[in-house]
């Protein structure tokens, strides 16, 4: 049971525009949410989180958008630079379950030039 | 070290063999975490260690694996009597901070393929 669901295995977006991968989760439990970013060969790096009390969190180029009521979030890049190009998960982590968490299957970013 | 240092980084083994792989975390993360990814999935847990509490083994497929943190640093992780679907990237992570907010620091990971 997928209960962290990417929908979409692949983005390509042209430099300079604004990428957004999508995310939806099924446990209502989750209370915090996270992004992680992974190259090839390497582990996944932590880029941005968002608690669920929360419905925008910004860093930079990074924004995330949560949607409790939709179980859905969004993380946007803007503008999208081509060293962005990696594997992008999204992750949640359930209330009272400890530091564990559960990821998504991934979404493959591409920024052409 | 400066991250989480992980060892072998490949490693191809025999149906039916014991493997042990290696976490080394960052220095003074009291807490440490492995997951694996399978060909096209998504991150697994596997277990968890924090501080000198029990860990959580929740996220074990089998009794064929375990793992152990010893002296709160160096972690290893057993698989005994590997079979095909245990081939998978092992990914070990530390943390110090709340990692909700601040995530994980994870390794560059185990490559086990098991022929």
């Known amino acids: 049971d997928q209960q962290v669901k990417q929908n979409s295995p692949s983005l390509s977006v042209q430099e300079g525009r604004i990428s957004i991968l999508n995310c939806d989760y099924t446990n209502s439990m989750f209370d915090y949410f996270l992004w992680y970013k992974k190259y090839p060969a390497e582990g996944p790096t932590f880029l941005i989180s968002?608690?669920?009390?929360?419905d925008k969190n910004e860093d930079g180029r990074f924004t995330v958008f949560l949607n409790k009521s939709a179980k859905h979030l969004s993380l946007h890049i803007v503008p999208s630079q081509p060293g962005d190009s990696a594997v992008y998960f999204c992750?949640?982590?359930?209330?009272?379950?400890?530091?564990?968490?559960?990821f998504g299957t991934g979404t493959q970013l591409k920024v052409e030039l | 070290g400066a991250g989480v240092s992980q060892s072998p980084s490949n490693k191809v083994t025999e149906k039916g063999k014991d493997v042990e792989l290696r976490c080394d975390p960052i220095s003074g993360h009291t807490a440490l975490y492995w997951y694996r990814q399978s060909l096209g999935q998504g991150l697994e847990f596997l277990i968890y260690?924090?501080?000198?509490?029990?860990?959580?083994k929740s996220g074990l497929p089998s009794d064929r694996f375990s793992a152990e943190r010893t002296g709160g640093s160096v972690s290893t992780l057993t698989i005994q009597r590997t079979q095909q679907e245990d081939s998978a990237v092992y990914l070990c992570?530390?943390?110090?901070?709340?990692?909700?907010?601040?995530?994980?620091?994870f390794g560059s990971g185990t490559r086990l393929t098991v022929v």
């Open positions: 968002i608690s669920s009390i929360k």
């Open positions: 260690f924090q501080g000198n509490s029990a860990p959580d």
């Open positions: 992750a949640a982590s359930e209330k009272g379950g400890g530091n564990k968490l559960t």
């Open positions: 992570a530390s943390s110090f901070r709340d990692p909700r907010s601040y995530g994980y620091t």
